[in-house]
């Protein structure tokens, strides 16, 4: 199984900061990558798909980079609405692992 | 309008079958998969398996392999999650969601707004 290791665990930005959330996969996934923003009590809602690739309506600071095994999520300036825990996923096999989450809180 | 409609909340005791279910509309159910996502109350998800409604092709995760059936009756755009069995492990929300990862390279785009499933003695 394809095994994907998220940094950091939680993180902790002021709004307008640059922030950035790793993924790391443990072989390559090309870029089979996905990124989904959980706000809570909500079920989660996708932000990027194939590594890069904005989903419809999604704020324009959210962008996505990498490939084969390592991947960011950057948010360019972060806004109170980010508040909100944030999960990759991949999806290149019949199994679709998720990492274990980015808890984002704003100071 | 893309939606998927889950069933309200359950509570179960151990040893108790239950099936959830999953109602999609807005597209052509048949030509999407829908996958099922576990999260226990306050930790992360878990991709369970996904399954085609256009064939009922279905693929498990190994970890819940036997644990969990899925099946869709696709005349009624409905998915459905099961159990024969529950343990107070089974204790979580459990997620629908569509997914095209073969043809368009899709992932979960919709999701449904979860079921809770407690259970108890």
């Known amino acids: 199984d394809i095994q994907l290791t998220q940094s950091p665990s939680t993180l902790s930005a002021s709004v307008g900061d640059r922030v950035t959330i790793s993924c790391r996969a443990s072989?390559?996934?090309?870029?089979?990558l996905a990124w989904y923003q959980q706000k809570p009590g909500e079920a989660p809602a996708l932000l990027i798909y194939?590594?890069?690739t904005l989903e419809t309506g999604v704020p324009s600071r959210f962008s996505g980079s990498g490939s084969g095994t390592e991947f960011t999520l950057t948010i360019s300036s972060l806004q109170p609405d980010d508040l909100a825990t944030y999960y990759c996923?991949?999806?290149?096999?019949?199994?679709?692992?998720f990492g274990q989450g980015t808890k984002l809180e704003i100071k | 309008e893309v939606q998927l409609v889950q069933a309200g909340a359950e509570v179960k005791k151990p040893g108790e079958s239950l099936k959830i279910s999953c109602v999609g509309s807005?597209?052509?159910?048949?030509?999407?998969?829908i996958g099922w996502v576990r999260q226990v109350p306050g930790k992360g998800l878990e991709w369970m398996g996904i399954?085609?409604?256009?064939?009922?092709?279905?693929r498990y995760s190994p970890s819940f392999e036997g644990q969990v059936t899925f099946s869709v009756d696709k005349s009624i755009s409905t998915a459905y999650l099961q159990w024969i069995s529950l343990k107070a492990s089974d204790t979580a929300i459990y997620y629908c969601?569509?997914?095209?990862?073969?043809?368009?390279?899709?992932?979960?785009?919709?999701w449904g707004q979860g079921t809770l499933v407690t259970v108890s003695s």
């Open positions: 969601a569509r997914t095209d990862p073969f043809i368009a390279g899709r992932p979960f785009d919709f």
């Open positions: 807005g597209y052509t159910f048949a030509n999407y998969w």
């Open positions: 399954v085609y409604p256009g064939d009922s092709d279905t």
């Open positions: 072989q390559s996934i090309g870029t089979w």
């Open positions: 194939r590594a890069s």
């Open positions: 996923q991949q999806y290149n096999t019949y199994s679709g692992t």
